[in-house]
């Protein structure tokens, strides 16, 4: 199942804390940027980030964006945006590195 329109913008409305977040298109679902590096993407209405060593403070559940790729975590609690910014300032941190 593809990510549907509506809740990319929901989760990108729920970046919005964080400025230079950038959404690519691949093969119906999104990749997530913040100041241009990768850290995640929206996979079948779910928002997935990269496993670092800094967000597993988070207590996320690994998932499988896809068949065959790395697994990386859940982010549950899409509403609670101050969260969304630290997890994403978190993992983005550890991956300029």
Excluded at 78 to 91: G, P, Q, R, Y
């Amino acid at each position: 199942m593809a990510t549907t329109k509506d809740y990319k913008d929901f989760i990108i409305e729920e970046l919005n804390l964080l400025d230079n977040i950038t959404c690519k298109p691949m093969m119906g679902e999104y990749l997530l940027y913040y100041n241009g590096v990768l850290f995640g993407g929206i996979y079948d209405n779910r928002l997935l980030v990269k496993m670092v060593s800094s967000n597993k403070k988070y207590d996320m559940k690994e998932s499988i964006p896809y068949e065959k790729a790395k697994p990386m975590y859940l982010v549950s609690d899409v509403d609670d945006k101050e969260l969304l910014k630290n997890i994403v300032l978190d993992t983005y941190n550890d991956l300029k590195k």
